[in-house]
């Protein structure tokens, strides 16, 4: 689906909201070593049996993904808007985690 939405004021191609490896939206986006953002299930997936990046080949470590708090607020705020509020669930669920993860850092 390439579609584009308004986000905050801005325009944003869908597409920089799914996985490169899956193609689905985002639920679980993490930043990889080699500066591209994932599926959290399906860059582990990709590492465990390739041992590298889909993109540039180089070695990627499962222990260096970092969470892509930006993407996934832009993936809540897409739903949000895409879907009227049918899937809050997700929304709230997704503000839960950032919130627990700024906590943290």
Do not use: C
Not at 63 to 81: D, M, S
């Amino acid at each position: 689906m390439t579609s584009i939405t308004p986000l905050q004021n801005s325009i944003i191609d869908v597409t920089l909201l799914t996985d490169p490896i899956t193609l689905d939206l985002y639920k679980d986006p993490v930043i990889a070593e080699d500066g591209h953002t994932y599926e959290r299930e399906a860059i582990l997936q990709w590492i465990r049996e390739k041992g590298n990046s889909p993109f540039t080949r180089q070695p990627l470590d499962i222990n260096k993904l970092h969470p892509n708090i930006e993407i996934k607020r832009q993936v809540a705020e897409y739903i949000k808007l895409e879907y009227g509020g049918v899937r809050s669930d997700i929304v709230n669920r997704i503000k839960e985690e950032e919130s627990i993860y700024m906590d943290s850092a």
